[in-house]
């Protein structure tokens, strides 16, 4: 309808709903508007989610997409680490159970030259969140002002802390929408989202770590690599040096589901030791990292072996006034979940580990939860492994044993034990630049 | 995602919206509850509109509409007729330009034994209500208690009145979310909306008349005749003797858009006058009306010729505090639109009178405003009729002469002069049983 023009805006979002409904695409007029003006609560909550759930259906193009992406960042600051003395870069998951990648890689990255600006979040369901892992270690603090994460990339050369709200606050405002209106699993969303803080965040090489697999977002090697080629396309439209890994998610990363059994295991890769999954996931992200940086000449497996990645380690956790010799919290029950048979462990589902730690106190359900440092989900054996009737499967940590029953309902099919080993994949699927 | 349980709903309206984003049929339990947490706010309108819009992409099944219908029907009230010593029809218009139908309509099928409770509502946008239409008639009231509409149905036989809130509030609160989200135009949304009121209603008898062309919501015959055999598979499901006529709405119907130039209009008809398209168009819908009610019997045409149908409303007019010889207002300022060319008159678009009309003040753009009783659009000429340069075509009336202009936009390019005259066609083009 075309009626009495009764507000001051440019455009009535209905138009723009019903056009995108129609599959017609948006000019960049109305995409930067209808950022813009959601931001400002001039459209309201019940017409992005219509819009959103249009796009679901009829998507965005390209050039649709990297306008929708410039008018998110346009609503916030953008952070600038030109003035660095070293060149940067960052890495962003998907989100899986167990990732503790993070942790490791960024003082790896750094031992190798290279700046690393990692702005993090908090778990939300079935997968942690990098600043609930660091928060287990005593003393350690998420919240940095910019002056001070700037000046912690020079001396220290690493940082993991809280993306603060300035950084494409319509983003912020549209994934809590997208959240309760079952629009999250939209991919030119996830990539503008991801992106627009990524390109906001001033990094100059990005690598981007999609996950696939029950425990991800993207449940099949098709849908990741739509959502990477989407999201590599939108960095690397910003100037930013932008590659992909697609890397396995049907089982945990490594052998622990939780905030201070990761940071344990974390701490064991950078002192050279730690699960072989772990370790070859760090090495290859820290690879990409350092090539889309320009410095491919290092070799980050010297710098888990000589030390010096542990050394920025303790240096980063200093920094943000952890103590990295303290003794990490552990939970105050354990319970043990048992092969019921003889043979080889075939699968352990990500989903069901990540689901099963959750709800025995490691992950929230709302943002205003509290996590416990404790909880979690310890795994004795990985898919390729023997295993003997009765000998221990996985160790359920928490302080309220209440929670055991609902965990181990979660864990009723998480695995199978069969008579031939399953073929052996490597971590890393597939690489998109 | 399937976390822990936080709230006392048996269901989490995210998992209903995401199922319906996927394709999947949502339960009858699910469907029950969703319309129902809606309407006492447990589900929020960003989540109403997200699912609303996933449904104008996945649709419902006919088993999943019908549930949705009866859900809807159960937040409200239901009327009770069948304690009338005569049988009940009712008519629904999908809404057009110039569709003063129910004014002559009602009182000519209550002369006819059949009794006409016509729940009817204001207008918005482009497409005339039929409250505003009565409301030109000096004293006339819209609001009847259920008791004083019962009691005008047994004693004058026909009854047009404001749909009170204790029907179908669930469709109340949806129609104006969708109002502004752009899913107005979804074809299970509009049929569950007309049906849910209509069967709360409880009429004994309905007919439809699904109007289609550029003045109606359904621009062309294949989606009418959706909507038409949606809305009568509902209506028979429910028990209800329904029928549907598809009506042209490609043009206004008859001489006229506005609200006291209709009045005068219908009251031509009812004298035995007024245009030949809405004579032929009431007498269809009466036929339908007495047929699905039982009562084929009585000529329609008889009670217009022999004034039985006039004093019916002029009854009716009474009733409702109405002056039925009073006479009606009139706009202060006319503008008269002329043929610029000699020749036939081809066409004569609905939806560029209508928009023209509203802007003059015969409509709305908000619920809230006002309408002029006097302006509107008079038409001087058909599609089929000669016309010569100079010749008034249109005049346009209004209290607010600073609308001429904006209303004449709208008719730039509203007419085609040719010179040979359109194929003839009649009012109805189908009939859905």
């Known amino acids: 309808m075309t009626g009495s023009q009764t507000s001051h805006e440019p455009y009535a979002v209905v138009d723009l709903i019903n056009a995108k409904r129609r599959g017609q695409r948006l000019t960049d007029g109305e ?77 790896l990255v750094a031992a190798c030259g290279v700046a690393v600006p990692q702005l993090s979040g908090r778990g939300l369901g079935h997968t942690g969140g990098t600043l609930d892992k660091l928060e287990a270690i005593p003393g350690w603090r998420a919240e940095l002002s910019n002056a001070e994460m700037l000046a912690q990339l020079e001396s220290v050369g690493a940082v993991i802390c809280a993306a603060g709200t300035g950084l494409a606050p319509a983003d912020q405002k549209l994934y809590a929408l997208r959240d309760v209106t079952g629009t999250v699993e939209v991919i030119p969303l996830i990539a503008s989202s991801i992106m627009s803080k990524k390109i906001a965040e001033g990094t100059g090489a990005l690598v981007l770590d999609v996950k696939v697999g029950s425990g991800a977002f993207m449940k099949t090697l098709a849908e990741a690599q739509e959502l990477a080629e989407t999201m590599v396309r939108l960095g690397q439209g910003a100037g930013l040096s932008t590659v992909a890994l697609l890397t396995d998610m049907s089982t945990p990363l490594g052998l622990s589901a939780g905030n201070a ?20 996931l760090t090495l290859a992200l820290a690879r990409e990292m350092l090539g889309a940086a320009g410095r491919d000449d290092a070799d980050p497996a010297d710098k ?37 048979t003889d043979g080889v462990l075939t699968s ?3 989903l069901a580990v990540g689901v099963a730690a959750w ?31 009765g000998q221990p499967l996985l160790t359920l940590h928490t302080n309220t044993p209440e929670r055991f029953a609902r965990a181990k309902q979660a864990l009723v099919r998480a695995y199978e034990i069969g008579p031939n080993a399953p073929e052996r994949t490597g971590v890393v699927l597939d690489r998109v630049t």
């Open 359 to 389: 709800r025995l106190g490691a992950g929230r359900a709302r943002k205003e939860d509290p996590v416990q440092a404790g909880a979690g989900v310890e795994l004795h054996a990985k898919p390729g492994d023997h295993v003997r009737a």
């Open 348 to 350: 352990l589902d990500a």
């Open 261 to 280: 059994l990761e940071v344990r295991e974390s701490v064991e890769v950078l002192a050279g030791g730690g699960p072989p999954d772990v370790v070859e």
């Open 31 to 107: 995409v930067d508007w209808v950022i813009e003006a959601y931001t400002r609560d001039a459209v309201a909550e019940e017409q992005m989610s219509a819009l959103a759930m249009a796009i679901a259906f009829q998507g965005l193009t390209p050039d649709e997409l990297r306008r929708w992406t410039d008018a998110m960042i346009a609503t916030g600051e953008r952070l600038d680490f030109s003035g660095l003395s070293r060149p940067t870069a960052d890495k962003h998951s998907t989100g899986g159970v167990g990732d503790k990648i993070t942790l490791p890689l960024a003082p």
């Open 304 to 340: 888990l072996a000589d030390g010096s990645a542990m050394d920025i380690w303790q240096a980063m956790i200093r920094a943000q006034h952890g103590d990295p010799h303290a003794d990490l919290p552990t939970a105050k029950e354990t319970e043990v979940v048992t092969a019921d």
